[in-house]
C-alpha cells in the first residue's frame, strides 16, 4: 500500500510540473490559430473555436511576410555559423586543455569561465561603438563573434571534461598502430567525445538563436535582424494595436526549429555515450 501510495504521489507530482511547464506553451499554440478579433475582445477560450479561429491563416500570413522570412533566413545562418565555428575552435582547445600539461592552464580555464558568466547588457554598448567604427555593424559578423565569444567557454569546459574521461591509451594505441596523431584525434577521440560535441553544438545553438540583446542592439535593418528581434517590430498593419495572434503565430513558427533540434540530437547524444562506452 505504501508502495502504491509513493508511485502515485510521484505520477501526480511528475503530471503537475509537466502540466505547469507547458501551460504557457500549449496557450501559445492556442492563441495562434486564434482569430485577431477574438484576442482583442478578450476571449477566454482556450480552444480557437471557441472564441474564433483563424485556423492556419496566421501562419500563412506570417510566413508570407518579407520581414519575418528574412529573420528566419538569418537566425538559420548565423546560428549554423556561430555553432560550427565555436565547435570547431572549442574541440581542439578542449582537446588541448585536456592533454596537455603546459604553465596557465588553470588561469585559461577560470578566465573562460568568468567571460561565460560575463554580463551579456554590459557588451553591447562598447560592441556597438566598436562595430561601427570597424564596419560590422548590422551584420551577420557583428551578431557571430559575440555569440562565439559567449558559447566558446561553455563548450570547452563542456568538452574538456568529456576528453579527460577518454583513456588516454585508445590514443597511444592508434599511434602504435600506424596512424598519426591527427589521425588518432579525429578517428578515435572526437567519435568518443561525440556526446560532448553534440552537447556543446546544442547549447551554443541555443545561444544563438533565442538571443535577444545583441539582435536588437547590433542590428538596424532587416538585413541581419534574427527572429527574437525581429519578432518586436513586428506590428502589422495597425501599429497601435499589434497583432498578438500572428506573433504567437511567429513564435511557435521560431520554437519548432529548436523541438526539432532537441528530438534529433537527443538519440545521438545517447547513441555516442552508448558507442563511446569503454569497458573497465
Known amino acids: 500500500m505504501k508502495a502504491w501510495l509513493n508511485r502515485a504521489g510521484m505520477v501526480a507530482g511528475f503530471a503537475l510540473i509537466l502540466g505547469w511547464c507547458l501551460l504557457p506553451v500549449a496557450w501559445i499554440v492556442s492563441m495562434s490559430f486564434k482569430s485577431q478579433e477574438a484576442v482583442t475582445n478578450g476571449s477566454p477560450g482556450f480552444f480557437p473555436s471557441e472564441g474564433g479561429g483563424a485556423g492556419w491563416q496566421n501562419y500563412i500570413d506570417v510566413l508570407q511576410d518579407d520581414q519575418f522570412a528574412r529573420a528566419i533566413l538569418n537566425s538559420i545562418g548565423i546560428s549554423l555559423i556561430a555553432t560550427i565555428l565555436s565547435v570547431t575552435f572549442a574541440t581542439f582547445t578542449a582537446y588541448a586543455v585536456a592533454r596537455l600539461e603546459f604553465k596557465g592552464k588553470k588561469f585559461v580555464l577560470t578566465t573562460a569561465l568568468v567571460i561565460a558568466m560575463f554580463p551579456v547588457v554590459s557588451l553591447v554598448g562598447p560592441l556597438f561603438d566598436m562595430w561601427r567604427t570597424l ?111 500572428l506573433l504567437a503565430a511567429g513564435a511557435v513558427v521560431a520554437t519548432v526549429p529548436i523541438v526539432v533540434l532537441v528530438l534529433v540530437f537527443q538519440r545521438k547524444i545517447v547513441a555516442g555515450l552508448t558507442a563511446g562506452a569503454v569497458k573497465g
Open 135 to 245: 564596419g560590422i555593424y548590422d551584420t551577420w559578423l557583428g551578431l557571430i563573434i559575440p555569440y562565439m565569444s559567449f558559447t566558446l567557454p561553455l563548450a570547452i569546459w563542456t568538452l574538456s571534461a568529456f576528453f579527460r574521461e577518454i583513456p588516454w591509451e585508445m590514443e597511444q594505441a592508434a599511434q602504435v598502430d600506424g596512424a598519426t596523431a591527427w589521425q588518432a584525434f579525429r578517428r578515435v577521440i572526437v567519435p568518443l567525445a561525440a556526446p560532448g560535441v553534440f552537447t556543446a553544438a546544442i547549447l551554443t545553438f541555443f545561444f544563438a538563436w533565442n538571443d535577444f540583446v545583441f539582435g536588437i542592439s547590433l542590428t538596424s535593418t532587416e538585413s541581419a535582424r534574427p527572429i527574437p528581434a525581429a519578432l518586436s517590430f513586428f506590428v502589422g498593419a495597425d501599429p497601435f494595436n499589434r497583432p498578438a495572434s
